[in-house]
């Protein structure tokens, strides 16, 4: 008695022999092979196992209906339940209004933008209102330091100018005196005295002369320098 191998697509099975195989409910579509056969085939291809194959049913073909053409016509008249009329009234609507929403979307959108530049902008000129008003304030205080400095400096030079004219004034009353003195020195030596010779006296007329012309050069450096003391003195104030 033959044996078969059966295939269910994945990996073989068998032998089996008729009894067998009765039990597998093969179809004729089943692919069978035995000892002596040069490949597979299927077992409505063995005359042998025709007897024993399962029987199956053929396909159900589909039912087609025609809908009367009532009801085609009701059916094109409407959609979606809703008479064609009232459906592209509800679409246009529905359009207008997905056009409005996307609209005042829109709108808000740049208004929200338009704000928030704004709101930057204001931001920016309260920022550089604040810096101008600092640089203003700083650049008062650094005027108002230059101002003291200048005020300390001048009131330095005006105390070191008066202190040198009351010096000048002393060494001009001092130089005045000696020149008195150096005077009465000359008049002295131009009299004519006992014990002395001509030569001491020519000596000492020189010498009182040249106190005098010594003095009154000192005098006059020491006015000059004076009235120039008074010229700066005068700027100052």
Not at 61 to 66: E, G, L, R, S, W
Not at 206 to 233: G, H, P, V
Request: aromatic share 8%; charged share 30%.
């Amino acid at each position: 008695m033959k044996t078969y191998y059966l295939h269910d697509g994945n990996e073989n099975k068998g032998p089996f022999d008729l009894q067998e195989l009765k039990s597998k409910n093969i179809t004729r579509m089943t692919p069978v092979w035995c000892s002596g056969m040069d490949d597979w085939k299927t077992a409505g291809e063995v005359e042998e196992l025709k007897g024993i194959l399962a029987t199956v049913p053929p396909p159900i073909k589909p039912f087609i209906t025609f809908p009367s053409k009532e009801k085609n016509k009701g059916s094109f008249q409407k959609i979606l339940g809703l008479s064609r009329n009232n459906f592209f009234l509800a679409t246009g609507a529905l359009v207008l209004f997905i056009g409005l929403l996307v609209t005042n979307h829109l709108q808000e959108s740049r208004k929200n933008k338009l704000e928030q530049k704004n709101n930057q902008t204001e931001k920016n000129n309260e920022q550089y209102q604040l810096q101008q008003k600092e640089i203003q304030e700083q650049k008062k205080r650094i005027a108002e330091q230059e101002s003291l400095e200048m005020e300390r400096a001048a009131k330095e030079q005006k105390q070191s100018l008066n202190n040198r004219i009351s010096e000048i004034k002393n060494s001009i009353t001092v130089n005045y005196s000696n020149l008195r003195k150096a005077k009465d020195e000359l008049t002295d030596a131009s009299d004519f005295q006992f014990l002395r010779t001509t030569d001491q006296r020519i000596e000492d007329i020189d010498s009182a002369q040249n106190n005098i012309a010594y003095l009154k050069n000192e005098i006059a450096a020491l006015e000059n320098e004076l009235d120039l003391l008074y010229l700066k003195l005068e700027k100052i104030r």
